[in-house]
């Protein structure tokens, strides 16, 4: 036998295992990291993580994920941020309003994109990601659609908060709707503002703003709008629950997806700092039957029909 013929099948399997390797390096080198920081551990952010991988995954970006919770205690986040820097991510995903704080405060510059929080730019934050707030012009959309006599629609709102909200919602007011906005910035000024809406309002339209309608004051304000009958459009179903008449409010899920849309633009060069806030994305609807015979309101079949939760 030739003796070059003897080398050849050796030298060949060589170069394709050189071969083999370097795409393996390749491959390894194309996919990108990133590392999602929780505020918690709460089925919701699981719903927007799916979300976002399956978007991810739908436009065929290679990637892999690493999932950190965020401490409780302030005094371990410095060393939790090290960790997080020393992973040297290419995007970090952050959920819920602590972890996207904690990391715009102390990522040094990590690029991230959020999802499941509620007015960014009153933490500093005024790009690159997904907020909660359905656009409001989707609830007026839905108020027009299923209760059609509200033509006086009453808002609440603090000076501080939500101005984006505040804004649209003049703007994209369609014409049949007249708006009455009150200013209110504490329980007192809020109980004012329900009584004098009372009067001139056919229903309140909420607006996530968690000084105003923050869990410990909600059960009084749903009381409050109650006993003047006031109907409720709530940013939450746990508020129909409560007393609502009805809501519309954010899919996490969809969150989700609509923050790996801003990771996407991201991955295909642009630069997050030009990439406008989000709006929530895909919406569910619920509507409080009990609350709606009560203050002795029509509810169309299709609205109870197409509602994702009712409440008989």
Same mark, same amino acid.
């Given at each position: 036998m030739n003796p070059s013929a003897r080398l050849r099948g050796p030298r060949i399997v060589g170069v394709l295992s050189i071969l083999a390797v370097a795409a393996a390096m390749s491959s390894a080198a194309a996919q990108k990291k990133v590392l999602i920081v929780r505020? /918690?551990?709460?089925?919701? =952010?699981?719903?927007a993580v799916d979300g976002f991988v399956e978007e991810l995954n739908s436009h065929q970006i290679p990637f892999v994920t690493e999932d950190l919770i965020l401490p409780k205690e302030e005094a371990d986040i410095g060393a939790f941020l090290r960790d997080v820097r020393a992973r040297r991510p290419d995007l970090v995903l952050t959920l819920g309003t602590s972890a996207a704080?904690?990391?715009?405060?102390?990522?040094? /510059?990590?690029?991230?994109? =959020?999802?499941?929080?509620v007015d960014p730019p009153s933490i500093g934050i005024v790009t690159g990601g997904a907020t909660m707030e359905v656009r409001p012009s989707?609830?007026?959309?839905?108020?027009?659609?299923?209760?059609?006599?509200?033509?006086k629609v009453g808002v609440i709102h603090s000076t501080a908060r939500n101005r984006e909200v505040v804004r649209l919602l003049q703007e994209e007011k369609p014409p049949d709707i007249e708006l009455k906005m009150i200013t209110a910035d504490t329980p007192e000024e809020m109980n004012k503002a329900i009584g004098t809406l009372s009067k001139e309002a056919d229903c309140l339209l909420m607006v996530s703003d968690s000084l105003l309608y923050s869990p410990q004051i909600a059960t009084q304000i749903i009381l409050d709008t109650l006993?003047?009958?006031?109907p409720i459009i709530a940013v939450s179903p746990s508020f129909v629950k409560a007393?609502?008449?009805?809501?519309?409010y954010p899919d996490f899920k969809g969150n989700g997806i609509v923050a790996a849309d801003v990771a996407i633009r991201f991955f295909a060069?642009?630069?997050?700092?030009?990439?406008p806030i989000q709006w929530a994305g895909r919406t569910r609807t619920s509507v409080n039957q009990i609350i709606a015979q009560r203050l002795r309101i029509a509810i169309k079949a299709k609205t109870l029909q197409e509602a994702d939760e009712v409440v008989r």
């Open positions: 505020s /918690g551990n709460f089925p919701p =952010y699981q719903a704080r904690a990391i715009k405060e102390g990522g040094e /510059g990590l690029p991230f994109v =959020y999802g499941m929080i989707e609830q007026l959309d839905f108020i027009r659609a299923n209760f059609p006599s509200f033509k006993r003047c009958n006031l007393g609502a008449l009805a809501a519309v060069g642009e630069s997050l700092s030009s990439i």
